[in-house]
């Protein structure tokens, strides 16, 4: 068993007071020990010596389409309808596996190189299943903790058979379920899926005991489509359903009526927050201070880089901050430790899962720090990274990712997307 001592940094442990000048000791894939400096151990395998910066939790992206990383900077002024329609579903239906695999990749070295141990991939393309094998041996070439909720759509543009929904769900969990990734049910949006797929695919989620994942409640123009449709608001409609559980993950969540809270409040279900790209798109502002006034449990995505145009979750965290606050008008609307709470998987404290990131905060944005969990939501960027460990494997060091070619990947991403937008036809 290997050992790791990250030593003489701030230590944000979120299960305690944070100890300014401390030390963490990861044993195999586990958290064995963390405290003030005082009382680290003498050494171990390796010891990463961190002054002026802030080690903390893992950051968890729970929702991102990695496909759209070739899509960067084309929807900047478009509401989601127009964005889906004149960006979105053409450059998906261009791509090929080869696409898909570079894009998830760079991705994926994205996410890393910000401080994300682990992340949520709603799965668009499935065009065949070599697009979504494409996405699955990337991730495994990456180590990221890799949950791909298989998207799907059975209604409108883009519908796929009932029978192959099913069939591509079963090879999925059969296949790759396991060492590290889970697959999930993505439903996409309510508009796009069947009351009877709903049900059925919720079904497979129980006995397979996977997250339910899909949008929700985006914006007021899908709720009107639902509302059309059968008279029934999104969280209501999954209520109806019996499909609104501890397991099911509804992402945005912005236009939902008190009515709805409390059905979510009540099912246990999680919300998943998507601050930039709600803003970024002109969605709206999902009522979360109220929603975690009622003890409804919160996660924060990126979102594809499609309508966010970075994975960047340490810049996501002072988005989330601010537009509580203003859209609350209450400046004590979320404070940095309960974005971190929103942000991260867990805590450091003996017994954990040694999911742990180093934050630089010696750079003229940070310094002077009088409190590190401020410095880290208001001040540093997914630039700071130095250090990530997922599982005890160091998988970033000195902002360097261990065993990728960057550079020869970025260079592979940028041929193959502008190669994507021409047969595409979007630029």
């Known amino acids: 068993m290997t050992s790791i001592l990250l030593k003489n940094c701030a230590v944000i442990t979120l299960a305690g007071p944070i100890h300014d000048s401390g030390f963490v000791l990861i044993e195999g894939d586990r958290i064995a020990a963390v405290?003030?400096?005082?009382?680290?151990?003498?050494?171990?395998?390796?010891?990463?010596?961190?002054?002026?910066?802030?080690?903390?939790?893992?950051?968890?992206?729970?929702?991102?389409?990695?496909?759209?990383?070739?899509?960067?900077?084309?929807?900047?002024?478009?509401?989601l309808a127009a964005w889906l329609r004149e960006v979105i579903w053409p450059v998906q239906a261009a791509m090929t596996p080869e696409d898909v695999y570079l894009a998830t990749l760079l991705g994926l070295v994205e996410n890393l190189t910000c401080g994300v141990t682990a992340l949520t991939e709603h799965h668009k393309i499935t065009t065949s299943p070599a697009h979504t094998d494409a996405v699955l041996q990337?991730?495994?070439?990456?180590?990221?903790?890799?949950?791909?909720?298989y998207g799907w759509v059975d209604l409108g543009s883009g519908a796929q058979p009932t029978d192959t929904i099913l069939a591509e769900l079963d090879r999925l969990h059969a296949e790759y379920h396991g060492d590290g990734l889970q697959i999930a049910v993505g439903p996409m949006a309510p508009w796009r899926c069947s009351d009877a797929l709903m049900r059925e695919t919720f079904a497979r989620a129980e006995v397979w005991d996977a997250p339910f994942h899909l949008h929700t409640a985006e914006t007021r123009a899908e709720v009107d489509l639902m509302l059309a449709r059968n008279g029934l608001r999104h969280v209501e409609w999954l209520n109806e359903l019996s499909v609104l559980a501890p397991r099911t993950q509804l992402v945005h969540s912005v236009w939902i009526s008190e009515h709805e809270q409390m059905l979510i409040e009540r099912s246990g279900a999680r919300v998943v927050h998507c601050a930039?790209?709600?803003?970024?798109?002109?969605?709206?502002?999902?009522?979360?201070?109220?929603?975690r006034a009622r003890g409804i449990p919160i996660s924060l995505g990126a979102d594809g880089s499609g309508s966010n145009n970075n994975q960047d979750m340490v810049e996501l965290l002072k988005v989330t901050a601010?537009?509580?606050?203003?859209?609350?008008?209450?400046?004590?609307?979320?404070?940095?430790?309960?974005?971190?709470?929103?942000?991260?998987?867990?805590?450091?404290?003996?017994?954990?899962?040694?999911?742990?990131?180093?934050?630089?905060?010696?750079?003229?944005?940070?310094?002077p720090v009088h409190n590190a969990a401020s410095a880290v939501v208001y001040t540093a960027s997914g630039a700071d990274v130095d250090t990530v460990i997922v599982g005890g494997r160091v998988l970033l060091r000195?902002?360097?990712?261990?065993?990728?070619?960057?550079?020869?990947?970025?260079?592979?991403?940028?041929?193959?997307?502008?190669?994507?937008?021409?047969?595409?036809?979007?630029?």
């Open 276 to 291: 930039t790209s709600n803003m970024i798109l002109g969605s709206g502002v999902a009522p979360i201070p109220a929603l």
């Open 322 to 367: 601010l537009l509580a606050k203003v859209g609350t008008l209450d400046a004590n609307a979320l404070n940095p430790a309960d974005v971190l709470r929103m942000a991260t998987a867990g805590t450091l404290e003996a017994g954990a899962r040694a999911d742990v990131i180093l934050i630089d905060l010696n750079t003229p944005r940070s310094q």
């Open 35 to 79: 405290g003030p400096l005082s009382q680290a151990p003498a050494g171990a395998d390796t010891v990463i010596d961190a002054p002026q910066m802030a080690a903390l939790p893992g950051l968890v992206n729970a929702h991102t389409h990695l496909s759209q990383s070739f899509v960067r900077g084309l929807a900047d002024e478009k509401p």
């Open 138 to 149: 990337a991730a495994s070439e990456i180590g990221l903790g890799f949950t791909l909720a």
């Open 398 to 427: 000195n902002k360097q990712v261990i065993g990728v070619d960057v550079a020869a990947l970025l260079e592979r991403c940028r041929v193959a997307a502008k190669d994507l937008m021409r047969r595409a036809g979007v630029v």
